[in-house]
Structure formats: C-alpha cells, structure tokens
C-alpha cells in the first residue's frame, strides 16, 4: 500500500526527519505456529500491521492493515501489549525514519492469506524455535513471548 495522504502531508513538511506513529500488530497465531511476513524493503520477517490513520480505531486500522497486506480476515482474540522505543525506529530506503507505538493483538486467521507483492514478499507459518533462526525484526520475540504468557 502506498503511503496514505496523511502521511505524504507530513513528510512534505519534514522530509526524512523522525516521525512517531501510532501503529498495529497482527499476532495471527494457530496454536504454537504465528504468521509472519518477509518484508519487501529490508528481507527481514515481521509480524503484520502498520500505522493509524487519523480518526481510525486501532481495532478498524488492524482489520484494514491485514486485508491490505494480505488479504485476510482476522478475529481478535485480545491484546497482547503496547510496544515502543528503540526496537521500533525504523529507518526505510527512501530515507524516512519512524518510531512505532503498536498495540499488538493476539488474532485468528478466518480466511486464506496472501502477500501483497509490494510490501510483503511472502508469508510463512513458524513455531517459536523456527522464528528464532529467520532474519527477523528483533522486537517481533518479545510479542511472541508475551502472547506465551497470556496464553499460560
């Protein structure tokens, strides 16, 4: 997808400088296996969200960023927990810098998912020890341990 108006109206203001953005999470999990996306501007795998849009509810900005990037719906199931500070900082090719605060959700896949080709390369499902050898964002072990804690 992108970038919304929203955000093209700031970055015409600012150009690359930092940007903090609320964002979402899509834990999309089945049993002891999570979805995860590689991303297409750095390799690396990920969990699924993206930004709130201006006026959006984070629960609506979720649902519109899984059917975006891969098509899918989801049910939440709950949140898992709200992240931020340096494990969020990201820096993408064109230069611009953001800082994520995401609430991450613990979700059920409902129907077939598949990446968007233009954010996401590919999806796969993973356990926790197979996460742990992908090229992945670090902050991603976090959410995963938690959604482990709320489940116990």
Do not use: K
């Not at 995860?36 to 993206?50: D, E, F, M, T, V």
């Not at 930004?51 to 199931?77: C, K, N, S, T, Y």
Request: a negative charge; one cysteine or more.
């Amino acid at each position: 997808m992108p970038q919304s108006e929203y955000i093209t109206s700031i970055r015409s203001r600012i150009g690359t400088d930092f940007l903090l953005l609320p964002g979402v999470t899509a834990v999309i999990r089945h049993n002891d296996r999570f979805l995860l996306a590689r991303q297409a501007h750095s390799g690396s795998w990920s969990l699924i969200g993206g930004a709130v849009e201006p006026g959006e509810e984070p629960a609506e900005a979720l649902h519109r960023e899984v059917l975006e990037e891969i098509g899918a719906r989801v049910r939440i199931r709950g949140i898992v927990g709200v992240y931020g500070g340096e494990p969020m900082m990201v820096t993408y090719p064109n230069g611009d810098r953001v800082g994520y605060v995401t609430t991450a959700y613990d979700c059920e896949l409902l129907s077939e998912a598949v990446a968007d080709g233009e954010e996401l390369r590919e999806l796969g499902w993973f356990d926790r020890e197979a996460i742990r050898r992908l090229d992945r964002r670090p902050w991603i072990d976090r959410v995963i341990a938690d959604v482990a804690r709320t489940r116990a």
